[in-house]
């Protein structure tokens, strides 16, 4: 799978599932680029399908069981969906 | 690859999801900048997958397996009711646009992967006979007696193909 990498200050281990289409998703990838932090993300939409099936069963199993996007796991700690203020407390 | 969707074309959706919202008793968000981006991500799904699936959601690309995520999804009202707004947020109640409900983060309610088949509702057994068979639109709800179901849902513009038989 390929990761997309975006440079910046270095918090540890950051990583993005988002979908291409996603508004929330979007919002997220800002606040991330606001933030000017060191992340991965991957839009799982754009994989071809095996490897999507791969990649969603992952997120299921060890991130987020109800599958959903913006998936965001930072340090192993994951957090659901648009949620800014949890977002930028993570990232202290 | 697809065509680029247009800001043209975005617009024009965008009027017509307004009109056909407000004609149904239902309401687009009030914050127009975000629902261009989630028009934009219905109209590069309906070129990828032939199909408006929610933006917000994973389609695998299958008809019948996106169909209850086909916007306005299967999940909609009940999250207006419970939320005030649809999971992307796309749509939003009366109370949000009148500013007197904020809208926070609409949970997930699909399972993951989607509706197995065994969750699918049988029609009701009803005794003695209906002169009509009932069907019920999957999106809003609305019953209708007769042979077919209509072309296309008459509140929530759903296609025909989401109506399921209801009794």
């Not at chain 1, 991330?32 to 299921?60: A, C, H, R, S, W």
């Not at chain 2, 407000?22 to 070129?47: Q, S």
């Not at chain 2, 032939?50 to 009940?78: F, N, T």
Request: with cysteine.
């Amino acid at each position: 799978m390929d990761l997309i990498h975006v440079d910046g200050k270095k918090k540890g281990q950051i990583l993005l599932y988002a979908l291409s289409t996603c508004g929330w998703c979007a919002k997220t990838k800002d606040l991330l680029n606001t933030l000017g932090v060191e992340y991965d993300y991957l839009f799982v939409d754009q994989l071809p399908k095996d490897e999507m099936e791969k990649v969603y069963t992952e997120i299921i199993h060890r991130y987020n069981p109800m599958g959903s996007f913006p998936t965001l796991v930072i340090n192993g700690k994951t957090i659901v969906g648009y949620q800014e203020d949890e977002i930028r407390e993570a990232l202290v | 690859m697809t065509d680029r969707v247009t800001d043209e074309e975005v617009e024009k959706v965008c009027l017509r999801l307004d009109r056909e919202a407000e004609a149904g008793g239902y309401h687009l968000n009030p914050d127009t900048e975000f629902v261009k981006d989630l028009v934009r991500g219905l109209l590069a799904n309906e070129r990828r997958y032939g199909y408006p699936a929610c933006p917000c959601r994973l389609s695998i690309g299958v008809k019948e397996a996106d169909a209850d995520i086909v916007c306005p999804c299967e999940y909609r009202d009940p999250d207006l009711a419970e939320y005030g707004a649809c999971y992307c947020t796309l749509y939003v109640t009366g109370a949000v646009v009148a500013g007197e409900q904020t809208v926070g983060r609409v949970p997930e309610r699909r399972p993951p992967g989607g509706p197995t088949k065994s969750a699918a509702k049988r029609p009701a057994h009803l005794t003695g006979s209906l002169p009509y068979p009932v069907h019920r639109c999957r999106v809003c709800g609305y019953l209708c007696a007769r042979d077919e179901p209509p072309e296309i849902c008459p509140i929530c513009r759903a296609k025909k193909d989401r109506f399921e038989r209801f009794l």
